[in-house]
């Protein structure tokens, strides 16, 4: 199974630690953060993946072989042209790049357990997968129905325990067949339009959920020695 890895956002939050650096490169424990993620998807059964750049991309390019032997994954880069958001990064990725058969999308920011991944690979049709939180205060707010499926995606700012996006999905060849590539968002734009349509599952998952992308974040992630472990 193919996965798309989003890692062409600028990192402006995190950008007293990285400087520079494109935020899914940033060293922990002497390698890549994005080594991290990358070989939590070969022990979820992953196969191959694509890189969706733009910010650093020549970073990116520059390390691709590195990545790819650290991890163990076969990889690819695709650039986008200029900032397409979320959902255009990906649109872009499955226009230079076509999957053949269901594939998985991720954010390169954020590590979890290969369960994640392994939840969106062996179930059917769109999904989503999900994370429940004490705070919803600084990620988007879901909203399902009885049987489990994505109704809404809120916005952030809404406080309390729930459910939010674990930034990872899997979709069927069709989902974004007839999308024409522009700025969109994963979560604004994409998303709410298969939820009229097909309709997208919401797949719970229990296990580590740690998102890099404030200074806060990422000195947790780095002072619990998470850096090249793999369950």
Do not use: W
Not at 47 to 53: D, F, N, P, S, Y
Not at 189 to 211: K, N
């Amino acid at each position: 199974m193919r996965a798309y890895v989003l890692c062409g956002g600028f990192g402006t939050r995190l950008r007293s630690v990285t400087g520079d650096s494109q935020k899914a490169l940033v060293p922990i424990h002497g390698e890549p953060f994005l080594v991290h993620v990358l070989r939590q998807l070969v022990v979820a059964g992953i196969t191959e993946a694509v890189l969706c750049a733009h910010y650093r991309a020549d970073q990116v390019a520059n390390q691709l072989e590195d990545l790819s032997r650290a991890s163990g994954l076969p990889l690819r880069m695709v650039v986008e042209p200029e900032p397409l958001g979320t959902g255009g990064a990906l649109l872009n990725a499955l226009r230079e790049s076509p999957p053949e058969n269901r594939y998985l999308v991720l954010n390169a920011d954020t590590f979890l357990d290969p369960e994640a991944y392994r939840l969106a690979a062996t179930a059917a049709g769109d999904v989503l997968v999900a994370v429940r939180v004490e705070d919803r205060a600084r990620y988007g707010s879901l909203e399902t129905d009885t049987q489990g499926r994505l109704v809404a995606l809120r916005e952030k700012g809404q406080h309390g325990p729930g459910l939010v996006n674990a930034g990872v999905y899997a979709f069927t060849p069709m989902a974004f067949a007839n999308a024409e590539v522009n700025v969109c968002s994963m979560e604004q734009d994409l998303l709410p339009a298969l939820v009229l349509g097909e309709g997208v599952a919401v797949l719970e998952y229990t296990d580590r959920f740690i998102d890099i992308g404030t200074p806060e974040s990422f000195e947790h992630y780095l002072n619990n020695s998470y850096g090249g472990a793999t369950q």
